[in-house]
Protein backbone atom coordinates (compact mmCIF):
# COMPACT_ATOMS: atom_id res chain seq x y z
CA UNK A 1 0.00 0.00 0.00
CA UNK A 2 1.08 3.56 -0.58
CA UNK A 3 1.60 5.77 2.18
CA UNK A 4 2.00 9.76 0.82
CA UNK A 5 5.10 11.61 2.00
CA UNK A 6 4.42 13.63 5.21
CA UNK A 7 5.56 16.89 2.85
CA UNK A 8 2.63 16.13 0.71
CA UNK A 9 0.25 15.91 4.00
CA UNK A 10 1.24 19.20 4.95
CA UNK A 11 0.95 20.91 1.39
CA UNK A 12 -2.64 19.46 0.93
CA UNK A 13 -3.70 20.98 4.49
CA UNK A 14 -1.78 24.60 3.93
CA UNK A 15 -4.41 24.17 0.28
CA UNK A 16 -7.18 23.51 2.07
CA UNK A 17 -6.79 26.46 4.88
CA UNK A 18 -6.31 28.87 1.85
CA UNK A 19 -9.68 27.96 0.86
CA UNK A 20 -11.11 28.35 4.23
CA UNK A 21 -14.27 30.80 3.73
CA UNK A 22 -13.73 34.57 5.49
CA UNK A 23 -17.10 34.21 7.20
CA UNK A 24 -15.96 30.67 8.67
CA UNK A 25 -12.58 32.27 9.90
CA UNK A 26 -14.99 35.76 11.66
CA UNK A 27 -17.95 32.90 13.06
CA UNK A 28 -14.21 30.88 14.56
CA UNK A 29 -13.07 34.04 15.96
CA UNK A 30 -16.40 35.13 17.35
CA UNK A 31 -17.17 31.38 19.02
CA UNK A 32 -13.71 31.26 20.25
CA UNK A 33 -13.43 34.39 22.49
CA UNK A 34 -17.31 33.82 23.63
CA UNK A 35 -17.39 30.43 24.74
CA UNK A 36 -20.96 30.22 23.31
CA UNK A 37 -22.66 29.41 19.74
CA UNK A 38 -25.81 31.11 21.23
CA UNK A 39 -24.14 34.34 22.18
CA UNK A 40 -21.40 34.12 18.99
CA UNK A 41 -24.83 33.94 16.85
CA UNK A 42 -26.40 36.69 18.02
CA UNK A 43 -22.92 39.03 17.50
CA UNK A 44 -22.70 37.49 13.78
CA UNK A 45 -26.54 37.95 13.29
CA UNK A 46 -27.12 34.32 12.22
CA UNK A 47 -28.69 31.45 13.75
CA UNK A 48 -27.65 29.11 16.27
CA UNK A 49 -27.78 26.27 13.94
CA UNK A 50 -25.70 28.20 11.12
CA UNK A 51 -22.65 29.45 13.45
CA UNK A 52 -22.70 25.26 14.12
CA UNK A 53 -22.59 24.23 10.73
CA UNK A 54 -19.63 26.62 10.51
CA UNK A 55 -17.86 25.23 13.16
CA UNK A 56 -18.19 22.11 12.63
CA UNK A 57 -17.41 22.17 9.01
CA UNK A 58 -13.98 24.12 9.75
CA UNK A 59 -12.97 21.10 12.11
CA UNK A 60 -14.17 18.58 9.19
CA UNK A 61 -11.69 21.02 6.72
CA UNK A 62 -8.75 21.20 9.32
CA UNK A 63 -8.79 17.43 9.94
CA UNK A 64 -9.18 18.19 13.45
CA UNK A 65 -10.77 19.38 16.36
CA UNK A 66 -11.05 22.91 17.84
CA UNK A 67 -13.27 23.06 20.83
CA UNK A 68 -13.80 20.58 23.88
CA UNK A 69 -17.98 21.02 24.56
CA UNK A 70 -18.42 21.25 27.87
CA UNK A 71 -22.55 21.81 28.23
CA UNK A 72 -23.46 25.15 26.55
CA UNK A 73 -19.69 26.03 26.69
CA UNK A 74 -17.39 25.48 23.45
CA UNK A 75 -13.76 25.84 25.16
CA UNK A 76 -10.73 26.06 22.54
CA UNK A 77 -8.44 23.16 23.05
CA UNK A 78 -4.71 23.40 22.16
CA UNK A 79 -5.50 23.16 17.91
CA UNK A 80 -7.88 25.34 18.26
CA UNK A 81 -5.86 28.02 20.47
CA UNK A 82 -3.03 28.09 18.06
CA UNK A 83 -5.20 28.96 15.29
CA UNK A 84 -7.14 31.77 17.27
CA UNK A 85 -4.18 33.70 17.35
CA UNK A 86 -3.47 33.60 13.99
CA UNK A 87 -7.01 34.13 13.12
CA UNK A 88 -6.75 37.13 15.04
CA UNK A 89 -3.61 38.80 13.94
CA UNK A 90 -4.59 38.06 10.22
CA UNK A 91 -8.40 39.38 10.35
CA UNK A 92 -7.13 42.92 12.21
CA UNK A 93 -4.50 43.00 9.76
CA UNK A 94 -7.49 42.54 6.89
CA UNK A 95 -9.48 45.47 8.93
CA UNK A 96 -6.61 47.79 8.66
CA UNK A 97 -5.99 47.06 5.06
CA UNK A 98 -9.54 47.96 4.57
CA UNK A 99 -9.28 51.25 6.33
CA UNK A 100 -6.55 51.86 4.22
CA UNK A 101 -8.03 51.26 1.25
CA UNK A 102 -11.49 53.10 1.99
CA UNK A 103 -8.75 56.25 3.37
CA UNK A 104 -6.58 56.02 -0.24
CA UNK A 105 -10.31 55.73 -2.28
CA UNK A 106 -11.99 58.94 -0.57
CA UNK A 107 -10.09 60.92 -3.34
CA UNK A 108 -9.77 64.96 -3.52
CA UNK A 109 -12.39 65.18 -0.24
CA UNK A 110 -9.97 63.62 2.20
CA UNK A 111 -10.16 64.19 5.99
CA UNK A 112 -8.59 62.36 9.06
CA UNK A 113 -10.65 61.64 11.64
CA UNK A 114 -8.49 62.18 15.19
CA UNK A 115 -9.25 61.13 18.80
CA UNK A 116 -7.70 63.49 21.25
CA UNK A 117 -7.60 64.19 24.62
CA UNK A 118 -10.28 67.61 25.52
CA UNK A 119 -6.45 69.40 27.37
CA UNK A 120 -4.54 68.61 24.51
CA UNK A 121 -7.22 69.52 21.71
CA UNK A 122 -8.29 72.93 23.48
CA UNK A 123 -4.50 74.53 24.91
CA UNK A 124 -2.28 73.33 22.56
CA UNK A 125 -3.72 71.77 18.85
CA UNK A 126 -6.82 73.86 18.02
CA UNK A 127 -4.36 77.36 18.27
CA UNK A 128 -2.25 75.89 15.72
CA UNK A 129 -5.09 74.92 13.13
CA UNK A 130 -4.63 77.97 11.01
CA UNK A 131 -1.21 77.08 10.11
CA UNK A 132 -2.48 73.35 9.50
CA UNK A 133 -4.98 74.70 6.64
CA UNK A 134 -2.22 77.32 4.86
CA UNK A 135 0.03 74.35 4.43
CA UNK A 136 -3.08 71.63 3.80
CA UNK A 137 -6.12 73.24 2.70
CA UNK A 138 -7.88 70.60 0.97
CA UNK A 139 -7.36 67.95 3.90
CA UNK A 140 -9.89 68.79 6.38
CA UNK A 141 -9.26 67.66 9.96
CA UNK A 142 -11.78 65.83 12.32
CA UNK A 143 -11.63 65.80 16.05
CA UNK A 144 -13.33 63.94 18.74
CA UNK A 145 -12.06 64.92 22.30
CA UNK A 146 -12.32 62.07 24.78
CA UNK A 147 -10.64 61.15 27.56
CA UNK A 148 -11.72 57.38 27.30
CA UNK A 149 -9.20 54.84 25.05
CA UNK A 150 -11.38 54.74 21.70
CA UNK A 151 -11.09 51.88 19.76
CA UNK A 152 -9.67 53.57 16.51
CA UNK A 153 -11.11 50.63 13.67
CA UNK A 154 -14.27 50.12 15.24
CA UNK A 155 -15.10 54.10 15.35
CA UNK A 156 -13.35 54.68 12.31
CA UNK A 157 -10.54 57.27 13.20
CA UNK A 158 -7.43 57.23 11.37
CA UNK A 159 -5.28 58.39 14.68
CA UNK A 160 -5.75 59.37 18.40
CA UNK A 161 -3.03 61.75 20.22
CA UNK A 162 -2.98 59.62 24.02
CA UNK A 163 -0.92 60.42 27.13
CA UNK A 164 0.50 57.40 28.64
CA UNK A 165 3.33 54.77 28.64
CA UNK A 166 2.26 52.59 26.00
CA UNK A 167 1.94 50.71 24.06
CA UNK A 168 -1.25 50.16 22.85
CA UNK A 169 -2.10 46.77 20.91
CA UNK A 170 -2.47 46.83 17.40
CA UNK A 171 -1.51 50.37 17.00
CA UNK A 172 1.51 51.66 15.93
CA UNK A 173 2.88 54.13 18.71
CA UNK A 174 5.41 57.61 17.89
CA UNK A 175 5.97 59.54 20.96
CA UNK A 176 5.76 63.11 20.71
CA UNK A 177 8.28 64.39 23.19
CA UNK A 178 11.73 62.93 23.92
CA UNK A 179 12.28 64.89 26.88
CA UNK A 180 10.03 65.04 30.34
CA UNK A 181 7.66 68.14 29.87
CA UNK A 182 8.15 70.52 33.38
CA UNK A 183 4.55 71.15 35.60
CA UNK A 184 4.75 74.84 37.04
CA UNK A 185 2.84 76.74 38.81
CA UNK A 186 0.70 80.02 37.21
CA UNK A 187 -2.10 82.33 38.59
CA UNK A 188 -4.45 85.09 36.83
CA UNK A 189 -2.53 88.19 36.56
CA UNK A 190 -4.81 89.81 39.16
CA UNK A 191 -3.04 87.17 41.54
CA UNK A 192 0.26 87.83 39.69
CA UNK A 193 0.38 91.21 40.98
CA UNK A 194 0.00 89.62 44.47
CA UNK A 195 2.22 86.94 44.07
CA UNK A 196 4.92 87.26 41.59
CA UNK A 197 8.40 86.21 43.45
CA UNK A 198 6.43 85.38 46.36
CA UNK A 199 7.63 82.78 49.09
CA UNK A 200 6.11 79.49 48.91
CA UNK A 201 4.44 80.08 51.89
CA UNK A 202 2.33 82.58 50.27
CA UNK A 203 1.23 80.62 47.29
CA UNK A 204 0.46 77.49 50.40
CA UNK A 205 -2.43 80.37 51.67
CA UNK A 206 -3.74 81.03 48.60
CA UNK A 207 -6.82 78.35 46.60
CA UNK A 208 -4.75 75.88 44.59
CA UNK A 209 -6.65 73.96 42.04
CA UNK A 210 -5.85 70.55 40.95
CA UNK A 211 -4.20 67.04 42.20
CA UNK A 212 -3.07 67.15 45.58
CA UNK A 213 -0.09 64.84 45.32
CA UNK A 214 1.26 67.48 42.46
CA UNK A 215 1.18 69.89 44.69
CA UNK A 216 2.66 68.61 47.27
CA UNK A 217 6.02 67.55 45.29
CA UNK A 218 5.91 71.03 44.34
CA UNK A 219 5.88 72.42 47.75
CA UNK A 220 8.58 70.13 48.60
CA UNK A 221 10.72 71.10 45.46
CA UNK A 222 10.72 74.66 46.51
CA UNK A 223 11.66 73.76 50.12
CA UNK A 224 8.44 73.54 52.01
CA UNK A 225 6.72 70.77 53.84
CA UNK A 226 3.19 71.65 54.45
CA UNK A 227 -0.11 69.80 54.16
CA UNK A 228 -2.46 71.46 51.12
CA UNK A 229 -5.61 70.68 50.57
CA UNK A 230 -6.94 71.75 47.33
CA UNK A 231 -10.41 74.01 46.57
CA UNK A 232 -11.07 71.68 43.11
CA UNK A 233 -9.65 68.72 41.64
CA UNK A 234 -10.25 68.50 37.61
CA UNK A 235 -10.46 65.34 35.20
CA UNK A 236 -8.86 67.72 32.38
CA UNK A 237 -6.02 70.05 32.24
CA UNK A 238 -7.71 72.17 30.25
CA UNK A 239 -10.29 72.90 32.89
CA UNK A 240 -8.19 73.44 35.80
CA UNK A 241 -6.53 76.28 32.89
CA UNK A 242 -9.28 78.04 32.58
CA UNK A 243 -10.32 78.09 36.03
CA UNK A 244 -6.99 79.62 36.98
CA UNK A 245 -7.21 82.11 34.18
CA UNK A 246 -10.88 82.91 35.87
CA UNK A 247 -9.17 83.73 38.93
CA UNK A 248 -10.34 80.57 41.29
CA UNK A 249 -7.26 79.78 42.33
CA UNK A 250 -3.33 78.82 41.35
CA UNK A 251 -3.04 75.94 38.96
CA UNK A 252 -0.19 73.51 38.10
CA UNK A 253 0.14 71.88 35.12
CA UNK A 254 1.89 71.18 32.20
CA UNK A 255 4.04 73.93 30.43
CA UNK A 256 3.47 73.31 27.16
CA UNK A 257 -0.26 73.26 28.15
CA UNK A 258 -0.11 76.76 29.37
CA UNK A 259 2.73 78.27 26.80
CA UNK A 260 -0.07 80.01 24.70
CA UNK A 261 -1.81 81.79 28.03
CA UNK A 262 1.43 82.53 29.29
CA UNK A 263 2.28 84.53 26.03
CA UNK A 264 -1.48 86.29 25.73
CA UNK A 265 -1.12 87.38 29.13
CA UNK A 266 -4.21 85.23 30.53
CA UNK A 267 -1.90 83.86 32.78
CA UNK A 268 1.73 84.15 34.53
CA UNK A 269 3.84 81.99 35.94
CA UNK A 270 4.39 82.80 39.65
CA UNK A 271 7.50 80.73 40.45
CA UNK A 272 10.64 79.63 38.93
CA UNK A 273 10.26 76.63 40.45
CA UNK A 274 8.99 73.72 38.01
CA UNK A 275 8.69 69.69 38.25
CA UNK A 276 8.78 66.84 36.52
CA UNK A 277 5.51 64.53 37.74
CA UNK A 278 6.49 61.15 37.38
CA UNK A 279 2.69 60.04 36.47
CA UNK A 280 2.66 63.11 33.89
CA UNK A 281 2.62 60.65 31.13
CA UNK A 282 3.99 61.87 27.75
CA UNK A 283 1.60 62.25 24.84
CA UNK A 284 2.04 59.78 21.75
CA UNK A 285 -0.05 59.95 18.32
CA UNK A 286 -1.13 56.57 17.44
CA UNK A 287 -2.78 54.62 14.39
CA UNK A 288 -3.26 51.86 12.82
CA UNK A 289 0.02 50.02 10.70
CA UNK A 290 -1.66 50.14 7.38
CA UNK A 291 -1.68 53.81 7.64
CA UNK A 292 2.08 54.42 8.25
CA UNK A 293 2.59 55.56 4.86
CA UNK A 294 -1.37 57.20 4.09
CA UNK A 295 0.08 60.81 2.25
CA UNK A 296 -2.83 62.99 5.09
CA UNK A 297 -1.43 60.75 7.77
CA UNK A 298 2.12 61.30 6.96
CA UNK A 299 1.51 65.08 6.46
CA UNK A 300 -0.30 65.00 10.12
CA UNK A 301 3.12 63.76 11.68
CA UNK A 302 5.22 65.96 10.10
CA UNK A 303 2.99 68.67 10.99
CA UNK A 304 2.68 67.56 14.25
CA UNK A 305 6.83 67.55 14.49
CA UNK A 306 6.90 70.47 12.92
CA UNK A 307 4.41 72.37 15.47
CA UNK A 308 6.22 70.98 18.42
CA UNK A 309 9.53 71.85 17.96
CA UNK A 310 8.22 75.66 17.53
CA UNK A 311 6.49 75.30 20.81
CA UNK A 312 9.51 74.12 22.44
CA UNK A 313 11.89 76.53 21.12
CA UNK A 314 9.06 79.37 22.22
CA UNK A 315 9.16 78.18 25.74
Not at 51 to 62: A, D, F, M, N, T
Not at 171 to 185: A, C, K, N, Q
Not at 301 to 307: A, P
Request: proline share 6%; charged share 20%.
Amino acid sequence: MFYPYWSDILTNKVANMSRLPLNTLTGFRAVAELQNLRAAAEVLHLTHSAVSQQIRGLEEQLGFDLFERRGRRVVLNPAGEALLRSVQSALAQLDDGVQAAAAAASGAAQRIRVTALPSFLQRWLLPRMGRWRERHPNLALEFDASQQLVDLQREGFHAGLRQGQGPWAGLESERLFDTPMPLIVVGSPSAARRLVGAQPEALAREPLLGDKDVWQQWFEAAGLRTQVTPVASFSDAGLMLQAAEQNLGLGIGRELLAADALRDGRLVRLSPVSITYEHAYPYHLVYPPALRDWPPLVALRQWLRDELELSRKAL
